[in-house]
């Protein structure tokens, strides 16, 4: 009997290694300290989820909010801008901050499941987000939809 050709899948390190290739070539086309004209004394949900999540120093952990949001597409900026915890906000301005606050940080956690289930040690996600964090502005769906390519 004649065996028809296997389809060829790629692995997930090889999902995972096309991904970072992308990542690579749009951070190419990123300038350097976008978005970094935002107050740092701000700072937003990603930022803290970074700084929580890759145990980093809050400056580089703002650093790389402000080049996710700049790789982040136009209809998502505004979300992440205004995810901050503002000491100065009234009671209505808080509890609208603090829920978009609360929508972010659950996004970058499954982003952050998302780059796992291509096989990426927690590790190897804070070398990535430290390295090229535009990997960040990609939605959990996007990601996803490369680990079963």
Same mark, same amino acid.
């Given at each position: 009997a004649i065996k028809p050709p296997a389809t060829q899948q790629p692995s997930m390190m090889q999902s995972a290694r096309l991904?970072?290739?992308?990542?690579?070539?749009?951070?190419?086309?990123?300038?350097?300290?976008?978005g970094s004209s935002r107050s740092l004394a701000l700072r937003g949900a990603? #930022?803290?989820?970074? =700084?929580r999540t890759f145990e980093i120093d809050g400056d580089e952990a703002s650093e790389i909010e402000a080049r996710v949001v700049a790789a982040s597409p136009r209809a998502t900026r505004q979300t992440y801008q205004y995810a901050v915890k503002d000491p100065n906000a009234d009671d209505d301005d808080k509890?609208?901050?603090? #829920?978009?606050?609360? =929508?972010?940080?659950n996004e970058f956690e499954a982003r952050r499941d998302g780059l796992r289930s291509l096989g990426l040690a927690d590790a190897e996600i804070k070398r990535i987000a430290r390295r090229v964090p535009e990997v960040l502005s990609y939605s959990a769906a996007r990601v996803k939809a490369a680990a079963d390519a």
């Amino acid at each position: 009997a004649i065996k028809p050709p296997a389809t060829q899948q790629p692995s997930m390190m090889q999902s995972a290694r096309l991904l970072l290739c992308i990542a690579c070539g749009a951070a190419a086309f990123v300038t350097p300290n976008a978005g970094s004209s935002r107050s740092l004394a701000l700072r937003g949900a990603i #930022a803290d989820f970074c =700084e929580r999540t890759f145990e980093i120093d809050g400056d580089e952990a703002s650093e790389i909010e402000a080049r996710v949001v700049a790789a982040s597409p136009r209809a998502t900026r505004q979300t992440y801008q205004y995810a901050v915890k503002d000491p100065n906000a009234d009671d209505d301005d808080k509890e609208n901050l603090e #829920a978009r606050y609360a =929508e972010v940080t659950n996004e970058f956690e499954a982003r952050r499941d998302g780059l796992r289930s291509l096989g990426l040690a927690d590790a190897e996600i804070k070398r990535i987000a430290r390295r090229v964090p535009e990997v960040l502005s990609y939605s959990a769906a996007r990601v996803k939809a490369a680990a079963d390519a």
